[in-house]
């Protein structure tokens, strides 16, 4: 499953090309922006799959070509080099620019045929993410900041405010103050995922899911974790 990340000006296109997006199974989540600034912010902190945006992203500005700019601070970021990267304008002129210097991946009228478009943004998709160094989050606990390594994380369990990251070399590293939501948000990993109301685990690490009893199984005899009858569908349908 992919990532989107939409920048358009027109709220109308926005609208539109989102509901096209949320109608494919290949797409895990869609984030839209009118921003280039807070476009460029979650990029840089998250990872993203597909690029749609348009040029003009602010008509008021004569010329205005936010869009390319927009892309080629993109294309400086290594880990998006090859990352497609598909233009949706209403101007004809600059796609000799957009091919050659931008390396897009398609250029589209705002008056494109909804059938195309998807076909385009599926052959888009199936393009390999470049494989990322191991993600790190830092955390500060009583003054001091924490690293933990996202692909060493078992699992983590919060309980009166404090969560608990328990690591595959059994360290548990404690972070105060933060909630499950934050800590699944900041990880931006599809290998994490909540099973209960007080837990999430990293999918790595599992051995084997018993749906009818409700407990995952952890690797190398690391226990087992409960699955919360309000998760119970969906890890179902995960490890189906």
């Known amino acids: 499953m992919k990532k989107v990340l939409i920048l358009e000006e027109n709220e109308m296109i926005l609208k539109q090309i ?10 895990c989540s869609v984030v839209c922006f009118r921003s280039v600034k807070d476009a460029y912010e979650y990029a840089l902190n998250k990872q993203v799959d597909l690029f749609i945006t348009g ?19 993109i294309r400086e970021i290594v880990k998006y080099l090859f990352t ?16 050659e210097k ?19 943004v599926n052959e888009a998709l199936k393009f390999p993410a470049i494989k990322q160094e191991p993600k790190i989050l830092y955390f500060r606990s009583e ?6 390594e996202l692909e060493n994380m078992v699992y983590a369990e919060s309980m009166n405010h404090v969560v608990s990251i328990h690591m595959a070399d059994e360290e548990i590293v404690k972070i105060k103050y933060i909630t499950l939501k934050q800590f699944v948000e900041d990880a931006d990993s599809d290998d994490i995922f909540q099973c209960s109301r007080n837990t999430v685990v990293n999918k790595n690490y599992i051995q084997n899911v018993d749906i009818v009893n409700r407990f995952i199984i952890l690797r190398k005899e690391m226990g087992r974790l409960e699955i919360g009858i309000t998760y119970k569908k969906v890890l179902d349908e995960k490890f189906r």
Request: glycine content about 6%.
């Open 18 to 27: 989102s509901r096209l997006l949320k109608e494919t199974d290949q797409v």
């Open 55 to 73: 040029v003009i992203l602010d008509a008021g500005k004569p010329d205005d070509a936010s869009g390319f700019r927009f892309a080629k601070g």
């Open 143 to 148: 003054g001091v900041i924490v690293a933990v």
């Open 102 to 120: 931008l390396h897009c991946f398609a250029y589209f009228e705002k008056s494109f045929d909804n059938d195309i478009f998807m076909k385009t």
């Open 84 to 99: 497609p990267i598909i233009f949706v304008t209403s101007t004809e002129d600059p796609k000799l620019y957009a091919y």
